[in-house]
């Protein structure tokens, strides 16, 4: 079944960093770069950035660029994404997507079904 | 960075109507790189529409995609009952520099 699991809720105080992993299985993990979301309650998407599991190369949104970090293992088909210095606007539900190029197009068909983080002091 | 902006804000209409969605763009965007989901309430996105105005597999033919350049149309001919959610228009751009609009919520009138 092809599918991404992400890791459950997390509650972190202002100031720590919390690590989201995402799981893929169902296809080839190394073939599809994967991509972050964000969505703080009731607000709309953010795109944090991507990671090619293949070469670990990564791209950041500007706004995130010093403070996350996207790494992956190969070996369990998993993508993480850390974020430090965390702050009371963090509090989202963070997403993983596959992004997905195929005949020239591009678009993410693949969704977690998000990981809660509540920063709270 | 590219700015996608949605209109309406909120649509409130009844099961069997039809729903314009429009999402504007501040720059011209590749229509190959136009995106449309659907979300849920506590249900992560859905990939509705790619490359401007292919459906992803299935997705019933009443969602219809279109435009070019900097504005793009999601149209729902006749909406059902499971339809009444938000919408969100996305772009892919160099760099890569990847942005969403801020949503279109379907309610029932």
């Known amino acids: 079944q092809v599918q991404l699991v992400q890791s459950g809720a997390e509650v972190k105080k202002p100031g720590a960093s919390v690590k989201v992993s995402c799981k893929a299985s169902g296809y080839t993990f190394t073939g599809y770069y994967m991509h972050w979301v964000r969505q703080a309650p009731g607000q709309g998407l953010e795109w944090m950035g991507r990671i090619n599991p293949n070469s670990g190369g990564t791209n950041y949104a500007q706004k995130f660029q010093g403070r996350v970090t996207m790494t992956r293992d190969t070996s369990i088909s998993t993508a993480y994404m850390e974020l430090s210095r965390l702050r009371s606007d963090d509090t989202a539900v963070y997403y993983c997507?596959?992004?997905?190029?195929?005949?020239?197009?591009?678009?993410?068909?693949?969704w977690g079904r998000g990981t809660l983080v509540t920063v709270s002091s | 960075e590219i700015v996608l902006t949605q209109s309406p804000g909120t649509l409130s209409l009844s099961p069997g109507e039809r729903a314009t969605l429009s999402c504007r763009a501040s720059q011209s965007v590749s229509s190959s790189y136009l995106a449309w989901y659907q979300q849920k309430p506590g249900q992560a996105p859905r990939l509705l529409i790619y490359g401007a105005s292919s459906r992803a597999t299935g997705i019933p033919d009443r969602f219809s995609g279109s435009g070019s350049g900097t504005d793009f149309t999601l149209t729902i001919s006749r909406l059902e009952p499971e339809d009444f959610a938000v919408y969100y228009c996305q772009q892919y751009g160099s760099s890569p520099q990847i942005t969403f609009g801020g949503g279109t919520k379907v309610e029932i009138k």
């Open positions: 997507a596959r992004g997905t190029t195929e005949l020239g197009y591009w678009y993410f068909d693949l």
